[in-house]
């Protein structure tokens, strides 16, 4: 028998979001002898096979490569279903009754449960939230929350309750006490993985927490400058060159290349085209559109494996894996451009512009890569 535990291993990790360091930690053994066993350059141990299933919750018969993998072509179906049910759908009926029949079928399955909580929640949002749907909720990320033993599907939960608890039941203690379980900037996996790097010349961990560190600020001040900080006239040239400052300091980190990071300079730059309109800077805008354009271009073409070129992230790529439930970055239904055109820009502030030969050509050049 052609035995492809590693693999089985592999897929395991990436459909629960485990890392190597953590299954090696749970398992006693070294992160290399994961990489080598993912690699099939050798096998566990035959006493450490319960140990491995245990952990992912299966039968060593499915570690072994034994059982057939119709069960696992169907989660990945769900899974893949769930995703562009999240991209198209706001909270229909309809997602929630598949969500409940997906539980259904997979009663144990912690993403299909976390999808239905997910679901459940949606109500919060309304003038008068359902609030036997919000308990069911409550219930379910609760038990998430104590069963889990992915420490990073544990905290995505914790994130989920703390919201459910502040905007659906507007509870601030049980929020509050629900944010002191997740872990501190300070202690994070990130941080002492890039100081540990650092006495042990490895820069790639030390990379890929400049790139967390960037992502969370520059979206963060984003968010900050749009939503926070006084509106009005006499704030929007200083609103433009706040969120052209972020725009330098994606390039600092991340160079000329910047990948993914290209659709979030996109929307920086679209947002100023806003701020431009409102002060009817009506060929400003549309430069600022037009550079908008030639990030989301440049965006749509990147492939798996393409590296940045900046001194503080050149080790890191795009990545090659895209998994259901996988990287931030993952297109399922439909792809940056298509949200730009169909969505971004048909919001009204773009109609003094809308029949400019300018604007229409930025469409056109969307409409041409949009799917």
């Known amino acids: 028998m052609n035995l492809k535990i590693g693999e089985t291993i592999k897929n395991l990790r990436a459909e629960r979001r485990v890392t190597q360091e953590q299954l090696s930690s749970f398992l006693g053994v070294t992160p290399q002898a994961i990489s080598r066993w993912e690699a099939g350059n050798g096998y566990p141990d035959i006493e450490t096979l319960p140990y491995i299933a245990e952990y992912f919750g299966v039968s060593t018969d499915t570690l072994l490569g034994v059982e057939h993998s119709d069960r696992a072509r169907r989660l990945r179906e769900i899974y893949l279903e769930i995703q562009r049910s999240n991209e198209t759908d706001e ?9 409940r029949e997906y539980a259904a079928e997979f009663p144990y399955d912690e993403r299909i449960l976390d999808n239905l909580a997910d679901c459940l929640s949606h109500s919060m949002w309304d003038d008068e939230p359902n609030m036997n749907e919000l308990t069911e909720a409550e219930r379910i990320l609760q038990t998430l929350a104590e069963t889990t033993k992915d420490n990073d599907f544990r905290n995505e939960v914790l994130d989920s309750l703390t919201a459910l608890y502040g905007y659906g039941f507007k509870d601030n203690f049980k929020a509050q006490r629900t944010l002191l379980r997740l872990p501190v900037m300070k202690n994070c996996r990130e941080r002492v993985a890039s100081d540990y790097a650092i006495n042990n010349s490895d820069d790639y ?5 400049i790139e967390k560190l960037t992502d969370g600020l520059c979206s963060e001040l984003e968010r900050y400058i749009l939503n926070r900080l006084p509106g009005g006239p006499d704030s929007w040239d200083k609103k433009i060159e706040m969120l052209k400052f972020i725009i330098s300091i994606y390039k600092f980190v991340f160079g000329d290349e910047l990948n993914f990071y290209n659709c979030r300079v996109a929307e920086l ?19 600022a ?8 271009e440049r965006e749509c073409s990147v492939k798996p494996g393409d590296k940045f070129n900046s001194p503080f992230t050149n080790m890191m790529a795009y990545p090659e894996e895209i998994t259901p439930f ?16 169909n969505q971004r820009l048909a919001i009204d502030t773009f109609d003094p512009i809308r029949e400019s030969d300018r604007f229409k050509a930025v469409t056109e050049r969307l409409e041409k890569i949009a799917f």
């Open 91 to 99: 909270g229909s009926a309809d997602s929630l009754k598949r969500a």
């Open 205 to 209: 961990p030390v990379q890929d927490y």
């Open 269 to 287: 730059y679209r947002n100023i085209a806003c701020y431009m309109l409102y002060a009817e800077k009506y060929d400003e805008a549309l430069d």
């Open 289 to 296: 559109l037009e550079t908008m354009c030639a990030h989301v």
């Open 326 to 341: 996988g990287d931030f970055h993952t297109t399922v239904v439909h792809n940056n451009a298509w949200y730009m055109l």
